[in-house]
């Protein structure tokens, strides 16, 4: 028996060929390669593949859907079953059952996502402002093309649009479809895809068509003036902006507010919702209400319920007696998602490369497009017209003698030189002479030939209009202008979302601060956490408790309705107000800092201050030696803004924070054991949060301040020797009768 032959030394073992992805040794790779090869193709897939709008206003799993479904016939005949639709997309789209469904329902007009459905849908196809409501399954529901799908599919067959491989090569799809109008400023669609995202809102289609149509007569047309604001399939009010709007239509990128719609029944004393903003549910509605409630925010609520049928959305509010509807949908349009802001993102595909565009230059993309597509679809009537052309004049000649042309056909012995006979017999080529020969017998007479070719001049009378067109960019303008014309006569509705023009006044007259007012006490400690404390517990327990290694640290005495400044060593600055907090006790540990305001990982708090009216200065000193004066009105804000970056200057870390209500000598210890001491009236105060300050003490290499205090909070008994007279100095070295320092002996009772 032969001996096994050893294996090399230091030879690697060879894995398996046929076993993908299994290896027992680790390969290096540069991480350049890694990009190229794993990680870009997967992003360009999702971007340009999945999540992406394109100018029609679909993405490819839309597309494949409805193209599907005109493939089956669904636009004329009656509603087949979900799942025959689904089986039959799948051909076109290598994604599961599930995904191709849940496509399905957001088209459908039984879900409500869009403005105008595109399918016919019978059937529990669930809500889109509710987040709980589950759709039927695909077995139990039925679907058809809505009639608006018409304008999507319209002349697809006359070459108006180019038509790729599916995934496996079998079948054919249109890369885009031939939409007569905009949909892609008529359906809202969303889609997040590998750095970056698209959300694009819906327009009223009658706008949109009278936009477009401005836009085609004069490129620098007010779009504002027709196209007014966007409108949302749940309807609600929109809080008219024309600045946050004209932002939107110049860059594709803002938000503007939409709040519910509701209605006071006087008789049972209760608020009915019967539309909320598109970004919302009706359950997280209720649940913020009953947070509100639960935490004694909102007192006027005696109870709320979803009483949402097959009339439409209603969630009905139960007020207690004394409650003015009013001022408590104001306060709920405040704290609660009844009043929502809805993004805008108009992130679109242009030959296979995203652009976000504002509403001109989609506009302008679509119509380019569009202009195209018309002209193609010209061109293929022009070529088939040609065609039927050229076919007559061959039968013309043939009228001028029939019976040789009988004869022709009749004496030739073989059927392959029927053709080749005649084209010599009468001049045409072979394209006419099959023409002729394919005609029937019946039909080889003056009549039947005389009447066909009688058509010749009005043949070639369409084909010059035809040729015309081609060549016209105004022409095509025309026809895309009579095409839009025609289908907001057909298709338009009314808006939905209504325009609220006059929101200022209501916003200011609700913006009444209802917080309740009374007096409480503020406790900081050094690890930061946070106690609002009454006076009347602190007067019961004034003892307060401390993580062990912790203790206090700032105090204030304030109001419920106070605001909180609070300032980190990432140079950022918290706001919050006081009634955000629970009333505590001194025996609790309190609220921590970084996990109530929801810091940054690692954040930690140097500072805080209670703002009042924002009308005195806050001092920052540095441990450079430079000392900052800021407004503190840099630090208000119109809006209830939580967080402000570039809350102080970064360019050395802070020593020491001051609220100035007026001036005050302040004492500046260095590492090395000076002191110094100025007046703060010397400081000018600055308008930019971020303002390095003047430097006022002079340090060695590798001395940084330590400390500031005001003089009187400090054991400084000579002042004098301390204090400057101009700025910087480099400071006095403290005396040990200024350090307030005392010497512990063993023999101290």
């Not at 939107?248 to 006071?264: E, M």
């Not at 509605?285 to 949402?308: C, F, N, P, S, Y």
Request: glycine share 6%; net charge neutral; aromatic share 8%.
């Amino acid at each position: 028996m032969p001996k096994k032959k050893a294996p090399a030394e230091g030879a690697k073992k060879v894995n398996n060929p046929n076993v993908m992805g299994l290896r027992s040794e680790v390969l290096e790779q540069p991480i350049t390669q890694t990009l190229e090869l794993n990680y870009m193709p997967y992003a360009m897939s999702v971007i340009v593949s999945r999540a992406i709008p394109e100018i029609d206003g679909f993405k490819p799993s839309h597309r494949k859907l409805l193209y599907t479904m005109y493939d089956m016939g669904l636009l004329n005949k009656p509603r087949t079953k979900s799942a025959n639709v689904v089986g039959a997309t799948m051909k076109l789209n290598p994604h599961g059952d599930a995904a191709i469904y849940d496509t399905m329902v957001r088209l459908s007009r039984g879900y409500g996502a869009l403005l105008h459905p595109f399918v016919d849908s019978k059937g529990n196809f669930g809500k889109v402002y509710s987040r709980d409501m589950a759709w039927a399954a695909s077995r139990y529901t039925e679907v058809r093309l809505d009639p608006i799908c018409a304008e999507l599919f319209r002349d697809i067959d006359q070459d108006t649009v180019d038509f790729v491989d599916n995934y496996d090569g079998k079948l054919k799809e249109p890369s885009l479809l031939p939409t007569t109008f905009p949909n892609v400023l008529v359906s809202a669609n969303q889609g997040i895809a590998v750095g970056m995202a698209s959300n694009v809102c819906g327009f009223n289609l009658g706008e949109v068509c009278d936009t477009t149509i401005a836009y085609l007569k004069n490129p620098d047309c007010d779009i504002m003036a027709t196209l007014k604001a966007p409108d949302l399939p749940t309807g609600g009010e929109l809080i008219y902006d024309p600045a946050a709007l004209g932002e939107i239509y110049r860059t594709g990128r803002g938000s503007f507010k939409v709040r519910a719609k509701w209605r006071y029944v006087k008789e049972e004393n209760l608020i009915e919702v019967y539309e909320i903003p598109y970004s919302t549910t009706s359950e997280a509605i209720m649940d913020k209400v009953a947070e509100l409630v639960k935490a004694g925010k909102i007192k006027e609520i005696a109870d709320m319920r979803d009483e949402t049928d097959l009339t439409g959305l209603k969630l009905a509010i139960d007020l207690k007696r004394g409650t003015d509807p009013d001022k408590l949908m104001a306060k709920l349009f405040r704290m609660t998602p009844l009043m929502d802001s809805q993004s805008c993102n108009f992130n679109i595909l242009i030959a296979g490369m995203p652009r976000v565009m504002g509403v001109r230059e989609i506009l302008e993309e679509w119509t380019a497009w569009r202009a195209e597509s018309v002209r193609r679809r010209v061109y293929f009537n022009m070529k088939k017209k040609q065609d039927k052309l050229h076919l007559l004049k061959g039968l013309q000649r043939i009228l001028l003698d029939i019976d040789r042309a009988i004869q022709i056909i009749r004496e030739t012995e073989e059927d392959a030189e029927v053709v080749p006979n005649l084209m010599i017999g009468f001049g045409i080529d072979q394209v006419q002479a099959e023409y002729v020969a394919d005609i029937r017998l019946r039909n080889i007479n003056k009549e039947y030939i005389l009447k066909r070719t009688q058509e010749v001049d009005a043949l070639e009378a369409e084909i010059a209009d035809l040729e015309a067109t081609v060549n016209d960019p105004k022409r095509i303008r025309k026809i895309i202008m009579d095409e839009l014309t025609q289908v907001k006569k057909k298709y338009a509705v009314p808006r939905r979302t209504e325009i609220l023009y006059d929101y200022q006044a209501e916003e200011d007259q609700g913006e009444e601060d209802e917080t309740p007012d009374y007096p409480v006490n503020l406790f900081l400690s050094q690890e930061g956490y946070f106690k609002k404390i009454t006076p009347q517990s602190l007067r019961m327990a004034s003892d307060q408790k401390y993580k062990e290694g912790d203790g206090p640290w700032l105090n204030w005495e304030g109001t419920n309705r106070d605001e909180l400044l609070v300032f980190t060593d990432k140079q950022q600055c918290y706001k919050t107000r006081m009634s955000d907090f629970d009333d505590s006790k001194a025996s609790v540990l309190g609220d921590y800092l970084p996990t109530k305001l929801a810091m940054d990982p690692e954040e930690r708090v140097v500072w805080a201050c209670i703002p009042g009216d924002y009308s005195w200065q806050l001092l920052f000193v540095f441990a450079n030696g430079k000392v900052a004066r800021v407004e503190l009105a840099a630090y208000q804000t119109q809006t209830r803004r939580k967080k402000l970056t570039g809350a102080y200057s970064d360019k050395a870390p802070l020593a020491a924070a001051f609220l100035v209500r007026e001036d005050f000598e302040l004492a500046v210890y260095s590492s090395d054991g000076r002191c110094m001491v100025f007046h703060t009236a010397l400081l000018a105060p600055k308008t930019t949060r971020t303002t390095q300050g003047v430097n006022v003490m002079t340090l060695k290499p590798k001395r940084v301040v330590e400390k500031a205090l005001p003089l009187g909070e400090t054991a400084i008994v000579n002042a004098a020797r301390y204090r400057a007279r101009s700025l910087p100095v480099a400071g006095a070295l403290l005396k040990e009768e200024d350090r307030g320092e005392k010497q512990m002996s063993l023999l101290e009772e």
